[in-house]
C-alpha cells in the first residue's frame, strides 16, 4: 500500500484503515470480477483516485520476500517420495508477476492450483475437496500447511493434519 500512498498522497495509515478483504476482493481471488473492475472498486472503496496501472503497480507491491525455509521443506518433501502441491488464494494481476518473479515455488511444487483459475477460494470447503480428488488424495492421507488461521480451520474442518 506504500506505492499507492506515494501515488496519491492518502496517508498509508488511512488506506490500511480502508482497506477490506470484502466481497470484491473474494470474487477476484475466484476470477468472478476482471483486473480492471477489481482495480475501480478497490480504488472506490479506499478513495484512491489512481489509473489502473498506477493501481496494478501498487497491487504487486505486496510481493516482498519468498519464504526460503517452506522451499526447502518443498524440496525435502519431494525428495522423500512426496507429492507436493500448492494451492494459492491469488488473482490473475499476481499471476502474471510471481511465476517469473519467484520460480523456485513453481520448481519446488508438483502442481500448483490456483484459486482464481478453480473459481473458488480458500477456505471453502470445495477447493480443498477439488484438489483432493484431482490430486486422489483423501483428506487424511494429506498434511496441509498455511500461514492463515481461517485457510486452516478449513482444511482441518476436513479432516486434513494441519500445520501452521
Given amino acids: 500500500m506504500g506505492a499507492w500512498s506515494d501515488l496519491t498522497r492518502i496517508p498509508l495509515a488511512t488506506l490500511k484503515q480502508h482497506f477490506t478483504m470484502g466481497e470484491a476482493f473474494h470474487q477476484h481471488e475466484r476470477g468472478e470480477l476482471s483486473d480492471e473492475d477489481f482495480a475501480a472498486a478497490m480504488c472506490h472503496e479506499m478513495n484512491m483516485p489512481l489509473s489502473y496501472e498506477q493501481f496494478a503497480h ?78 486422489g488424495f483423501s483428506a487424511a492421507d494429506t498434511v496441509f500447511f498455511d500461514d492463515n488461521v481461517d485457510n486452516i480451520a478449513g482444511a482441518n474442518r476436513l479432516g486434513s493434519p494441519v500445520s501452521w
Fill in 58 to 135: 501498487g497491487w504487486q507491491a505486496v510481493f516482498v520476500a519468498l519464504r526460503p525455509e517452506v522451499i526447502t521443506i518443498m524440496h525435502k518433501l519431494r525428495a522423500q517420495g512426496h507429492r507436493v502441491v500448492v494451492l494459492s488464494n491469488t488473482n490473475r494481476l499476481h499471476t502474471t508477476f510471481w511465476p517469473d518473479e519467484y520460480p523456485e515455488v513453481r520448481a519446488a511444487a508438483d502442481r500448483i492450483y490456483l484459486s482464481q483459475e478453480m473459481g473458488l477460494r480458500k477456505p471453502e470447503a470445495q477447493i480443498y475437496l477439488q484438489v483432493l480428488e484431482e490430486e
